[in-house]
T-cell receptor, first 113, second 111 residues
Framework: AAGVIQSPRHLIKEKRETATLKCYPI?????VYWYQQGPGQDPQFLIS???????DKGSIPDRFSAQQFSDYHSELNMSSLELGDSALYFC????????????FGEGSRLTVL | RKEVEQDPGPFNVPEGATVAFNCTYS??????FFWYRQDCRKEPKLLMS???SGNEDGRFTAQLNRASQYISLLIRDSKLSDSATYLC????????????FGSGTRLSIRP
């Protein structure tokens, strides 16, 4: 069965550069979530979309933005990158937004030098 | 106080042992509860939902105690492949921002 697809899997950027992460949810899933997980930490919720509209916002920095497109894929745009942005970024999708049953992608590992 | 708290471990137990760990939550309005498993440098994967009546899936048993506000996970006859971090997840309301992850409990099964 198709899972959540994230790209790129690995990304190396320098400080103050920009980065874009992509997420393709499981077909027919209508809700997409973005999480950031630093080393040894639990996943921190950044932002979510339901039916292509932003549904909730967590601890996403103002330097970051995200959107969901008509084909339900989502992109997380990160600008003015800082060393502290180095983390594993997970996208997850679910069927409906009133659920804790999330299906995660394998993550995009961002390293900021 | 964190909204969802877990003993970080690590729990180091021999293969075949039974191990249990708890997760406490602070908000009594929490609605749904889940256990996720995360292998090192991998994505979290849903292990099981936790129902009020308790539920079992093979060697795994999850329990919910609303009065004391904790959930538990019991693993029987542990296998080497059970070594992972187990994340407790709580859904507070019908809102994505209220899906709260615990910091995880590390479990290591030794031969």
């Amino acid at each position: 069965a198709a899972g959540v697809i994230q790209s790129p899997r690995h990304l190396i950027k320098e400080k103050r550069e920009t980065a874009t992460l992509k997420c393709y949810p499981i077909p027919r899933h209508d809700t997409v979530y973005w999480y950031q997980q630093g080393p040894g930490q639990d996943p921190q919720f950044l932002i979510s979309f339901y039916e292509k509209m932003q549904s909730d916002k967590g601890s996403i920095p103002d330097r970051f933005s995200a959107q969901q497109f008509s084909d339900y894929h989502s992109e997380l745009n990160m600008s003015s990158l800082e060393l502290g942005d180095s983390a594993l970024y997970f996208c997850a999708s679910s069927l409906g937004q009133d659920t804790g049953e999330l299906f995660f992608g394998e993550g995009s590992r961002l390293t900021v030098l | 106080r964190k909204e969802v708290e877990q003993d970080p471990g690590p729990f180091n137990v021999p293969e075949g042992a039974t191990v249990a760990f708890n997760c406490t939550y602070s908000n009594s309005a929490s609605q749904s509860f889940f256990w996720y498993r995360q292998d090192c440098r991998k994505e979290p994967k849903l292990l099981m939902s936790v129902y009020s009546s308790g539920n079992e899936d093979g060697r795994f048993t999850a329990q919910l105690n609303r009065a004391s506000q904790y959930i538990s996970l019991l693993i029987r006859d542990s296998k080497l492949s059970d070594s992972a971090t187990y994340l407790c997840v709580v859904l507070l309301y019908s809102s994505a921002s209220k899906i709260i992850f615990g910091s995880g409990t590390r479990l290591s099964i030794r031969p």
